[in-house]
């Protein structure tokens, strides 16, 4: 595929950067971390989304290689934060799956210059459909070193609280879809009530994505998330202006 070429020459060529979105504490309003979330400038197409190239790079093992790279430029952009706000990347199943993966972040963490302990990793229902042993010795060998874990898009996947028994995350990322859209009501208020309550229960944090509102901000927190995240508070932005947030917070 044309993209695939591209997508090598565009590693090289400095095409792709690093947006940071920030995680905000509900009860305080203050930055608890950033999520890093790749784009890619391409000089004729303009503006990719990361759903735009990361199935390619998955398609064709360069996810390996660019999920590296991701992870170094990002913790490199957090190294400059106070040390109490933490990094959140996106992990993509099949680079958790490849030999070396765990090596491979912690190379790009220690390259970087930060601890393990500011890294989170958010993964999706997806990486658990095989029960595979690469995955096992994935998650426990980082989390020895104090990197955790995030399920990513909660509520739309088919086991999710089988995941949260088996697995040790520290967090639930509350999809977009119980916040905004038909399906926003009694119900989706009432399984978040349900569900920030385990995630209290167990010491987990819970935030809601894709916060637009005063509104929806209100009604997440009243339903009992600690954090949230969402256009309201800001989009992906640049490293320097998540400079700025932290800055000014
Ligand atoms: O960034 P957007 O805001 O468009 O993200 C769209 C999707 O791409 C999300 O599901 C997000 O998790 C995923 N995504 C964004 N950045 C990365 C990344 O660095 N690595 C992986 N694997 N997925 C990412
Ligand atoms: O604040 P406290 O020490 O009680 O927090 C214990 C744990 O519960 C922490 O992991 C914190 O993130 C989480 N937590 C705190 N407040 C809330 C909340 O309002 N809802 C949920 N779901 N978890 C919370
Ligand atoms: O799958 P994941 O949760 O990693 O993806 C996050 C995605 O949600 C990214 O595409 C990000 O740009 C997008 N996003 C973040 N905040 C908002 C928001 O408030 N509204 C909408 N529609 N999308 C958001
Ligand atoms: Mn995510
Ligand atoms: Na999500």
Redesign the pocket.
């Known amino acids: 595929r044309e993209i695939e070429g591209e997508l090598r020459a565009a590693l090289q060529r400095d095409e792709l950067s690093i947006f940071f979105q920030p995680i905000i504490d509900l009860a305080t309003g203050k930055i608890r971390s950033f999520e890093?979330?790749?784009r890619w400038f391409h000089p004729e197409k303009g503006e990719l989304?990361?759903?735009e190239f990361?199935p390619v790079a998955e398609e064709t093992g360069a996810i390996v290689t660019l999920?590296n790279w991701?992870t170094a430029q990002a913790a490199r952009a957090a190294a400059q934060w106070p040390d109490d706000i933490t990094l959140a990347?996106?992990?993509?199943p099949l680079?958790i799956k490849a030999p070396g993966a765990a090596l491979g972040i912690l190379n790009s963490l220690r390259d970087a210059g930060l601890s393990p302990t500011r890294l989170e990793l958010?993964v999706t229902e997806t990486l658990f459909l095989e029960d595979s042993p690469t995955v096992v010795s994935f998650i426990e060998e980082l989390s020895a070193v104090g990197v955790r874990f995030a399920l990513?898009d909660f509520g739309t996947g088919y086991s999710s609280l089988g995941y949260i028994n088996k697995w040790p995350f520290s967090k639930i990322k509350v999809d977009r879809s119980f916040v905004s859209g038909p399906n926003v009501g009694r119900k989706s208020d009432a399984i978040i009530r349900a569900v920030s309550q385990m995630a209290a229960t167990l010491d987990m944090d819970i935030v809601a994505e894709g916060l637009e509102t005063i509104e929806q901000v209100s009604a997440v927190r009243d339903a009992g998330c600690n954090l949230g995240q969402g256009y309201y508070f800001s989009r992906?932005v640049p490293d320097y202006l998540a400079a700025m947030l932290l800055a000014q917070d």
Do not use: H, K
């Not at 990347?89 to 993509?92: G, K």
């Open positions: 890093a979330l790749v989304r990361p759903d990361i999920g991701i990347v996106n992990l993509s680079q958010e990513d992906p």
